[in-house]
């Protein structure tokens, strides 16, 4: 029998970084976003690449079911149905998704920030939360 994966969304950890807010994914997530005061998530430059890869792959995947994407509300959705799924990145993050969810877009990486140069690897620091 297989049990579930326990699901934490969204924890931020204030770090020594350029932007020292840290939004981790939820539990074997794979990207991390970084804000500043104002709370906007920012995701590395250096990371792109994989993002876009990840995003061409969710493009494969077949979603069912109908979302709504005037509902901000996504911790309930299905986190497979998500362009950006919340398994993988921060929620914040995730959120900003919901405009490409209808149709698919392929260009949903322009609804995404970047900055160079903001993440642990970017400046040799250790993650926190592991």
């Known amino acids: ?9 969204d924890h931020v950890t204030k770090e020594s970084l350029p ?3 840290v939004h981790y ?8 976003a970084f804000s500043g005061d ?9 990371a792109r690449g ?3 890869n990840y995003i061409k792959f969710s493009l494969l995947r077949t979603c069912s079911g109908a979302i709504d994407d005037e509902d901000d509300d996504i ?13 993988d990145f921060p929620l914040s993050v995730s959120k900003l998704s919901i405009k490409g969810i209808r149709h698919q877009d ?3 990486i322009n609804n ?15 993650p926190l939360l592991c």
């Open 38 to 46: 104002d709370r906007v998530p920012y995701l590395c430059e250096c």
């Open 50 to 52: 994989a993002i876009e």
């Open 106 to 108: 392929a260009h949903i």
């Open 112 to 126: 995404l920030r970047f900055r160079p140069y903001i993440c642990h690897k970017c400046n040799f620091a250790s």
């Open 75 to 87: 911790s309930a959705w299905n986190p497979d149905m998500l362009l950006i799924s919340s398994r």
């Open 25 to 32: 994914p939820s539990l074997y997530g794979t990207f991390i």
């Open 1 to 9: 029998m297989r049990l579930p994966l326990p699901h934490v969304q």
């Open 19 to 21: 932007l020292p807010y």
